[in-house]
């Protein structure tokens, strides 16, 4: 079992629409072959468990809750949501999201997505910093 790591993180300003994917940005650290970054989503590969946090900070387009989930190849992984609520348009909101996940696929070309999906009010994503660990 090899050990791997990633931080990725984007400080741009980009609008999300409800149901829209956040760019994770760019690597910052990355060590060893098992995670990776592939367009908008972060790969994992390799089986075993993998550590996640991200941070992600927002300001809504209106007031309401604004959430971000974790999708694993499309599909929501279980717990993995941060919810806030704005009390108007433009307030910042900060959102913390940690979860442990498991990769069942051992074979090398067995890779797995995983993305952050806006939910709630259309916003301006002003930072996302994600790390993964393969434990």
């Known amino acids: 079992m090899s050990k791997s790591a990633i931080y990725v993180a984007n400080t741009s300003n ?3 629409q409800v149901d829209g994917i956040i760019i994770p940005g760019t690597i910052v650290r990355r060590y060893g072959p098992n995670v990776g970054l592939a367009g908008n989503a972060i790969q994992i590969s390799g089986a075993g468990y993998y550590e996640l946090n991200a941070s992600i900070t927002l300001a809504p387009t209106a007031e309401g809750e604004v959430s971000v989930s ?4 499309g599909v929501p992984l ?5 919810t806030e609520t704005a009390a108007a348009a433009g307030d910042s909101v900060n959102l913390s999201i940690m979860a442990i996940l498991r990769e069942f696929c ?5 890779l797995s997505n995983l993305t952050f999906v806006l939910t709630g009010v259309d916003s301006t994503v ?3 910093a994600i790390t993964v660990e393969k434990l």
């Open 78 to 82: 279980q717990g993995a949501i941060a």
């Open 14 to 16: 980009q609008d999300v």
């Open 70 to 73: 974790i999708y694993k190849d």
């Open 126 to 128: 002003t930072n996302i």
């Open 106 to 110: 051992s074979c090398c070309d067995g």
